[in-house]
């Protein structure tokens, strides 16, 4: 059974800063992987979609990048700001018909 | 994308009542619906796959009594908490699968359902 796991749990940084939200999944078989947003209370946002043929999708700051042979997905936030703090979740599907299974989130808070 | 609507997007009950959340796809049809619940900063748990004019399936440790689906259309998918208690509260999110269109197979979120068992 697909295991999702997302490292670290939470992490804080200065606005302006770089940084990189890990993914690891324990099926390599995957249809595709997918990045969300999710601010307190609310709903998911989708951030980015990579299907099982892709190597990376990018959209403004952010790229996330798919590594299926050591089973890892990263996300790249670029020059982060106060409105990117939320709790990323990163969520795989093994078939195309399956529920996404997803991990438990990397919380970020980005300082002013 | 597409859009799923969700409601009520919250509710609070008296413990023992029951309480109804729909998933309605507004401008898709899917034949595949699934549900989640979400603990305090937790992240999603996949309770179970809800599959137009078929019994939904359960995943292991989901009461299938206490959690009722229902699929009776391709735009319509509901979930009955039955006889619900205090420790039922969580947010329910449900997920549906386009069927046909340019968004073919892809999956869309409801805003999610805020539970309150008192």
């Known amino acids: 059974k697909q295991e999702v796991t997302q490292i670290p749990a939470a992490l804080s940084v200065p606005e302006g800063e770089n940084l990189v939200l890990n993914c690891s999944f324990t099926d390599s078989a995957i249809y595709n992987l997918q990045w969300f947003r999710q601010d307190p209370g609310k709903g998911l946002t989708s951030l980015l979609l990579i299907q099982s043929s892709q190597r990376e999708q990018t959209s403004g700051r952010l790229n996330a990048s798919l590594d299926k042979s050591s089973g890892r997905s990263t996300l790249y936030i670029a020059a982060s700001q106060p409105g990117d703090s939320a709790t990323y979740l990163c969520?795989?599907?093994?078939?195309?018909?399956?529920?996404?299974?997803f991990g438990k989130g990397t919380t970020l808070s980005v300082s002013s | 994308g597409a859009v799923v609507s969700q409601h009520p997007s919250w509710v609070i009950c008296k413990s023992g009542t029951s309480v109804k959340i729909e998933c309605r796809s507004l401008d898709f049809q899917a034949t595949t619906m699934f549900w989640y619940r979400q603990f305090p900063k937790q992240s999603l748990m996949l309770m179970a796959t809800?599959?137009?004019?078929?019994?939904?399936?359960?995943e292991q440790g989901v009461e299938k009594d206490k959690f009722l689906i229902n699929h009776a259309s391709l735009t319509l998918s509901t979930l009955t908490v039955t006889s619900a208690h205090p420790e039922d509260s969580s947010f329910y999110i449900c997920s549906a699968r386009a069927l046909a269109g340019g968004w073919a197979g892809e999956l869309f979120f409801g805003e999610g359902s805020r539970l309150t068992v008192l």
């Open positions: 809800s599959n137009e004019g078929s019994k939904a399936t359960y």
């Open positions: 969520a795989s599907r093994n078939q195309a018909g399956t529920a996404l299974i």
